[in-house]
């Protein structure tokens, strides 16, 4: 009997697969897949289908993005295999790994992109990474993101990860939106989007948003606040487009940093610490919200950790392209100027008892009674738990000018030739002060907590209890120039063969304040700032010049109309950043011999697409290998780690999709790579950190027709994340989690929609970091990154 139902069961659903083929004919999405032209990495300003090119590439539509609810910019890259984003800082100051690409923390391997230009040249610098600069709103149509491939010839020659996010453009029909969301955290956000015809031949945008929300983790004060506006034009020329685009953004950012857990079993086991929430709790709060740095001697500076890692910046660009007889010229620009400072908190120690810290401080300072109060002169218990943590502040100010120039010709029958020349012009001013501890319960929105000795020692004052012990100010100048040559050959009908060389050169130059040690109060007696990091006055003058080769060779084969094998190698290089001139200082060159390596990445990428009614596969096999990278890591005591090594990885990224019925699909995306680092004895043979072995992304989604133009659809995600390790030497265990994020939209007609999107259902209690500014592991009380527990939001749009 149940082998007959097995049967019955199979025999329907070869039959309903049967007629799936059919009744999804007519499927928009699966149209709009076949068609889908994708325009980074590619040779011509027209772009080429993504089905058709030779390298590895994810796209996002708006209503992708949106099912998506990603908490930030950065966490799009969660729709992508063989990246992993750890967007749990906030809106800004996230993670990003890719594929194999060794990184400890930023993004140094992903460019973020706006119509094809950089926002800024340089993907990372100290306090910075590329999806920082950038906010998600209603004006976007879709992000486009190549791994590898062609990217290290055109643009700003990323090795790693390119982030393009491509705007709408008005159309000859008028178009907008107005949409209002409300969720978690007091959420109240508003978008507004419009475009359409202005006059003959001229078409603009118009749009952006304002938000407000307190966050899953709430501090007492707003975690978001701000909002952005962004307008394009675009004039159609005779075989060719001149589009023209704005942005202004001013958004304030929390930025979270880790929160004490419990670790047992050398770190396998993650729990909460008692009394402290790890889903939704922060140890900041309006206590500690307003905080000064005593910078030097009558020099206090005033903060606001609602500041956080926000950003104040206005972006404005050109993207061109003409052709004239048989030549396409095209041209790019891009201006960005903008504040992008860090005002958060950096957590330090792992927590202790209030007992053990003031035995810590008699034994360091003298003394026989330790005495410790909250603000509010109440005692504090000897066995209540605490921790230090440092209020940071710093100022960035970054501008930067970019253009690409392209002229592109068929020189010989199924041969065309790109030609191309890159500049950039990119600065960074900086103030930072480092340091500042406070001593503070491990509580959520703790208190801080005063420390004094009977020998008139003052420990922690208004809870400060150290100096900032890094400050220096710097100014740092650089530019790129790059020439470029591909040429793409059509062999034939089913065969396409490409390559190309790229030549790079960099200098940089910065002033760079010379620091000493003093007492900011002139009181032995107050060793909160005793030891005070300040700039003497005196300044020193760095300067490197550095010029790299670069190249890429592919190809691809079409088994049919809508399926291709690919192949490519490519050879990268990573200039060495402001951070890394500064750190090394006089050792940046010596006898005119550079000492700091510039690093080298070779990637090896074989693949398969195909897409169709019934099932999408996009399948892709990988290399990576590193030579000459250069690794720090600020530790909590102020002492900064070096390290130089290479990493070698193999893996495989897989997206699939099934459609089994017209109104269901079943989407699969993930990556599994063994990456693991070399040539440096104290971590050769260990995994690179912080990136999983296995990822992946199980997505279904169901439209349940509700008659007279009404429809309910219904989707979610399934992501699992293997262990990983947050450190090189493999100390710091990161266990494996699993979350699942639920969604339903609601559509009435093409004019109004609610949305009503959920996060962390389950409430998984998942690491994305460890301590950072700890060497150390094991079982015990540890300070960690967790992810954001269970939230919500609903939106109602209506357009028109």
Known sequence: MKTQRKFQCSSLSIAALALASEAGATEPQVEQELAQVVVTGVASAHGARKLDSAFSISTASEEQLKQAAPFSTADVMKLVPGAFAESTGGQSGANIHVRGFPSGSDSPFVSVQMQGSPLYPVPTLAFFEGSSAFRLDDSIERVEVLRGGPSTIFSSGQPGATMNFILKKGGNIPEGSVRVTTGTGALRRLDLFYGGKIADGWYATIGGFYRKTYGVRDAGFPADDGGQFSATLTRRLEQGEASFYLRRTDDKNAFYTGVPLISSNAGRNISAFPGFDPLTGTLMSTEMRRFTVEAAPGATLHYDLGDGRGLQASVLGMDIAKTLGGWTVSNKFNHFN??????????????????????????????????????????????????????????????????????????AKDHTLTLGAYFADFSSDDMWHLGSSHLMTAVPNARLINVKLDNGVIVANKGKDGSVFYAPLAAYDGR???????????????????????????????????????????????????????????????????????????GSYKLAKDASVFARANMGRTFVSFDDLRNAGSQAR????????????????????????????????FHTAFQGIAFQQILANGSILHSVFGSRGDGVEVELALRPLRDLSLALSGNWQDSKYKDNPATAGKQVQRQPKLQYRFTPAYRIP?????????????????????????????????????????????QVEVRLSASNVTNELGLTEGNSRLTTGGSGPINARPLFGRSWELSLAYRF
Not at 505 to 532: E, F, H, M
């Open 706 to 750: 509700l008659g007279a133009q009404q429809a309910l659809k219904l989707y979610g995600a399934y992501t699992h994340v293997s262990q990983r390790w947050a450190d090189q030497a493999n100390v710091q265990y990161l266990p494996a989690y699993t979350t699942l994020d639920l969604g339903a939209l609601y559509t009435f007609g093409d």
């Open 590 to 621: 010596v006898d005119d011999r550079n000492v700091l390596p510039m690093p080298r990445v070779r990637q090896y990428e074989a693949g398969f697409k195909t897409a169709g009614h019934l099932a999408s596969a996009y399948i892709n096999y």
């Open 338 to 411: 903008g504040d992008l400072d860090t005002i958060a908190m950096f957590t330090g120690n792992n927590p202790q008892t209030m007992s053990a810290y003031n035995a810590a401080a008699l034994a360091t300072h003298g003394g026989t009674v330790a005495t410790a109060s909250y603000l509010d002169d109440s005692p504090v218990a000897a066995d209540q738990q605490v921790l230090q943590a440092g209020l940071w502040a710093v100022q960035k100010k970054l501008k930067s000018f970019t253009d690409e120039l392209r002229i592109r010709n068929e020189w």
């Open 480 to 554: 790129r120039t790059a020439l470029f040559i591909a040429n793409e050959w059509k062999v034939n009908a089913r065969t396409t063969l490409d390559g190309g060389v790229r030549r790079e050169r960099q200098k940089l130059d910065a002033t760079i304040s010379a620091l000493r040690r003093g007492d900011t109060d002139n009181n032995p007696l107050t060793v909160y700032n005793n030891n005070t990091s300040m700039p003497t006055g005196a300044n020193t003058a760095l300067r490197r010049s550095d010029a790299a080769n670069s190249f890429t060779i592919g």
